[in-house]
């Protein structure tokens, strides 16, 4: 088929080192999204951070469609009920708005029919003046399929022939081959694919060339390119990040963009052949003019949260529980995770005289593990690290040989699930049987686990010295150590569940944290370790020992590892601990008990409900997860302990006084509080605009590659979360609030810390998260670069 004549079109009037950093800065605003199998928190404005949030708010209106604010009849809903009060308007007041200023805005902004559509693709302007076929959606279609062929991680048994060529140049090869545009009316489409340079950059040019609008900025009209397959794009950053990491390049991401533009510039070519039409399409400008709007909400979203983070903070000021002097029977260290205040307050009130202590649920033990049978080891770290050491999981010879008689029989089922002779037999050839595996689809939480624990690949002496070393101080484990101290991981457990691993430890990097426990407690009790570490002044008493467990955060029952090793001496703490466990366990769970609509039951009714869901192959909502996140604390314990905090905040322990070099402090505002600002600002994006920033509704996903999910069967991947992830079926569970930082340390301390660690302190100078310090029973909030009290 003949393609039509292509008329003569301005170029872009961009140096190639000036297109070079507008591709560098779109491209760096896409997120990264993890695959399935380690699914984790991203904030989904990790590349705008840099951007104060009101500019970014600006930014993302005009390019996604949707400012990260709730809409203006929210914001009255919430004064009207009293969620928003006039103190917290006076304190969302700066420099360009006054309290009457911001009611007369929200009346406005509430009048004011809608934003305007974002800046257009080519797709999207002829589906505004062509509403059949519905282009934008038919684009999006045919990148993914290429990308879920490319991209699958063993999901199909049929390899994609062009997959070693790259994903452009596999695109182009295949796409010559490939009808699908021309029957849906895309004239001339193999025929322009043949046309188009061998290489991703020039293709790039080359498409620019035709379809660049002058008017328009050329960093947000390549960014807009990419928010139409967000999905992809996102998997692709994943990849081209963990390459970057280890000092490799992927181009993947450049040449998904060129594709990109292909489609549309084979679509302006097809649709509007004279320069007529093309002038019309070269007139498109983003919009612009709801910054004043836009501005306004901003104050608003702060008004939101502020009631809430003044309450905290003084709650949190006023505690000063007085340290008790001894030896405690237990020590029991948990995730900073916000389903462990929960279980940390219900067993400190089974255990009176436990101390609890929170630390980021890796334990500072960074690893890469390689279970039994897997190809490959996975890292068990935040996602910032790249782990330094590899651990193994060994098998007794008898569990080896189940291991593989257990993945060669999964080979042979998934064969003959996949295979061309089979695919329409299977349901009829397995028939019922199949029902009974549905309940088997994971099992991820510690029953699964070795009964050999996991040990270092090679890790020399020095460097697990180093680890335990690194942990102790961290923890603020230093001294009057416990006879027992638990380590203690956390994961969830679900069934048929494709976001499964958004449950576990995010500081496990989307795992349980049950290998890095067990890992922790091993090392610490190792003789040889203990002597180094003593040598160092760390000083371990003889008779302490260190026990693994984690904790089921679906069914808060905790399973404690690797018992055959307690010494005799301990074997009635270990009951005592046992019991304590058990009935910290049953309160946490009467505790959550209304939250999961599980309301007028007896005890035992409440255990076997919430137990229930863990293998309820039907559940759409086995557990909340960390839905109504809103606080990160680091201070001693004393000063939370009293405090029913409600699941709600991130706890970490951090005695100032024991820091004077800072290191602690660093760690934590490099550390967790980026890893809870990712956490808190996913839940926060998937509550705000639940259908662009979430990834819908789970009961429609389908798994695609084994990397992702698509609503329904086709389109693009879908990040974020689900909505059942913080939506009951009646009203949302999680309010969407920024994450409220508070350091019990001198603001003049943090404040110094913040500036050798700009990338840090951006979060809180642009408005990303909150920042609060508490000082000798006063509470000062961080806001435009100066410290106020509140």
């Not at 990308?147 to 022939?161: G, K, L, R």
């Not at 009293?642 to 005695?655: A, I, M, S």
Request: proline share 7%; with cysteine; charged share 20%.
């Amino acid at each position: 088929m003949s393609m039509p004549t292509l008329l003569p079109a301005p170029p872009v009037s961009l140096v190639s080192a000036e297109l070079e950093l507008a591709l560098e800065s779109a491209l760096s605003r896409i997120p990264p999204l993890w695959p399935l199998r380690h699914f984790v928190a991203v904030n989904p404005f990790v590349g705008l951070v840099d951007q104060p949030f009101d500019e970014a708010s600006e930014l993302l209106q005009r390019i996604v469609g949707a400012a990260p604010l709730q809409s203006p009849s929210d914001y009255l809903q919430a004064l009207n009920d009293g969620r928003i009060s006039m103190a917290d308007i006076d304190a969302a007041r700066d420099g360009d708005w006054t309290t009457a200023g911001l009611l007369k805005a929200l009346d406005e902004a509430a009048e004011v029919p809608s934003l305007p559509t974002p800046l257009p693709t080519v797709a999207d302007w002829l589906d505004h003046a062509r509403p059949r076929p519905h282009w934008s959606v038919i684009v999006v279609e045919e990148i993914s399929k290429w990308c879920a062929v490319t991209f699958n991680e063993n999901q199909t048994t049929w390899e994609n022939p062009w997959k070693t060529n790259g994903l452009y140049r596999g695109w182009r090869e295949a796409a010559q081959y490939d009808r699908n545009a021309e029957a849906f009316g895309v004239t001339g489409f193999r025929t322009f694919v043949a046309s188009l340079p061998f290489d991703a950059n020039a293709a790039i040019r080359q498409c620019l060339a035709m379809i660049m609008p002058p008017t328009a900025d050329v960093t947000d009209f390549l960014h807009r390119q990419m928010v139409t397959i967000a999905g992809w794009a996102g998997y692709v950053q994943y990849l081209v990040r963990e390459d970057a990491l280890r000092g490799r390049a992927n181009p993947a991401l450049k040449e998904l963009l060129a594709i990109r533009l292909a489609y549309d510039a084979a679509l302006l070519q097809a649709f509007a052949p004279d320069e007529s039409d093309r002038a019309a399409w070269r007139r498109q400008v983003a919009p612009r003019g709801q910054a004043t709007h836009l501005a306004a909400l901003g104050r608003w979203q702060f008004a939101y949260e502020e009631g809430y983070q003044r309450r905290l903070a003084q709650s949190v000021a006023d505690q000063s529980v007085a340290v008790t002097a001894g030896r405690p029977p237990v020590q029991a260290v948990f995730c900073i995770d916000v389903r462990s205040e929960v279980f940390r307050r219900r067993l400190e009130a089974a255990l009176p005289d436990a101390q609890t202590i929170g630390f980021a649920g890796f334990f500072g033990f960074p690893v890469a593990h390689q279970p039994a049978g897997a190809p490959a080891a996975t890292s068990r770290c935040p996602v910032l690290l790249v782990p330094p050491v590899n651990s193994i999981e060994p098998q007794t010879p008898a569990e080896l040989a189940g291991t593989r008689s257990a993945l060669a029989e999964a080979g042979a089922w998934k064969a003959f699930q996949n295979s061309a002779a089979s695919c329409f037999s299977f349901v009829e050839s397995a028939g019922l049987a199949f029902s009974a595996a549905l309940g088997r689809t994971r099992a991820r939480v510690g029953p699964s686990c070795s009964r050999l624990a996991p040990d270092f690949e090679s890790a020399p002496l020095e460097t697990r010295v180093a680890l335990a070393a690194g942990a102790l101080m961290n923890m603020g484990l230093v001294r009057n150590f416990a006879r027992t101290v638990l380590i203690c991981g956390h994961g969830s457990q679900s069934v048929n569940n494709p976001h499964a691993s958004g449950l576990d430890c995010g500081a496990c990097g989307g795992h349980a944290g049950d290998i890095n426990a067990r890992l922790t407690a091993a090392t610490l009790n190792d003789p040889a370790v203990r002597s180094l570490l003593a040598g160092q002044g760390l000083e371990i008493p003889d008779d302490t020992f260190f026990l693994a467990g984690l904790h089921n955060t679906t069914t808060d029952d905790v399973i404690l590892f690797d018992l055959e090793s307690v010494p005799a001496s301990h074997l009635a703490e270990l009951a005592e601990l046992r019991r304590s466990l058990a009935a910290a366990g049953a309160a946490s769970r009467r505790e959550r008990a209304p939250l999961l609509g599980l309301t007028g039951l007896a005890d035992l009714e409440i255990d076997a409900a919430v137990r229930a869901r863990a293998t309820d192959i039907a559940q759409v909502r086995p557990e909340w997860g960390l839905a109504r996140n809103a606080a990160f604390i680091a201070a001693p314990r004393r000063r939370t302990a009293k405090l029913d905090l409600e699941g709600r905040v991130f706890l970490h322990d951090y005695d100032s006084s024991a820091d004077p070099d800072d290191q602690v402090l660093t760690l934590i505002l490099c550390a967790p509080v980026v890893v809870a600002s990712w956490i808190n600002l996913q839940y926060y994006a998937s509550r705000i605009d639940p259908l662009r920033y979430g990834s819908g509704n789970k009961v429609l996903h389908n798994v695609v590659g084994g990397v992702g999910v698509v609503e329904g069967n086709s389109g693009d991947l879908r990040a974020g979360l689900p909505l059942q992830s913080i939506h009951d079926g009646d009203q949302f569970i999680h309010e969407p609030r920024r994450l409220a930082v508070y350091i019990e340390a001198p603001p003049a301390k943090i404040a110094a810390v913040l500036e050798n660690n700009p990338a840090v302190k951006q979060l809180f100078d642009h408005g990303w998260i909150h920042l609060w310090a508490i000082h000798e029973r006063g509470c000062y909030r961080y806001r435009d670069g100066d410290w106020g009290e509140n």
